[in-house]
């Protein structure tokens, strides 16, 4: 658990219901979830997820901007395929299906996230969805 006062609550409850894989909470299971989130802040720069790590979270970004690329066969550089803007979800195929990262995320501006667990996911969200 990872307190927050009741108005940090409201906002990531924002947050997190524009994400498609929230919508099927009740609200106790969104009560736990807002609970188990951690807020991570990185610098522009920072990898958040690297292409074929192992996945033990997911995030919303609450904050700044973050750029997704991915090197496809055959390739040597990476391709960007979109940018995240606050209020989108990431990171939850890896969670969803147990596979490797398929994409790199990486911050283009000072950002905060929050940050749900694998266990959490797994117990709550997945269940509902």
Do not use: W
């Not at 147990?98 to 950002?111: D, K, L, Q």
Request: hydrophobic share 45%; proline share 4%.
């Amino acid at each position: 658990m990872f307190p927050k006062s009741a108005e940090a609550k409201e906002l990531l409850k924002a947050k997190l219901l524009q994400a498609f894989m929230f919508n099927a909470l009740d609200v106790n299971e969104l009560n736990i979830v807002l609970d188990a989130v951690e807020e991570v802040k990185v610098q522009n720069g920072d990898k958040v997820i690297v292409e074929g790590d192992a996945g033990d979270c997911m995030y919303v970004l609450n904050t700044g901007s973050l750029a997704c690329t991915k090197v496809f066969p055959g390739a040597t550089e990476p391709k960007h395929l979109k940018d995240y803007v606050p209020g989108e979800a990431f990171g939850e195929l890896a969670l969803l299906y147990n596979a490797p990262r398929a994409a790199t995320i990486t911050s283009t501006a000072e950002s905060t996230l929050m940050k749900l667990d694998r266990g959490t996911f797994n117990n709550i969200v997945k269940d509902a969805a």
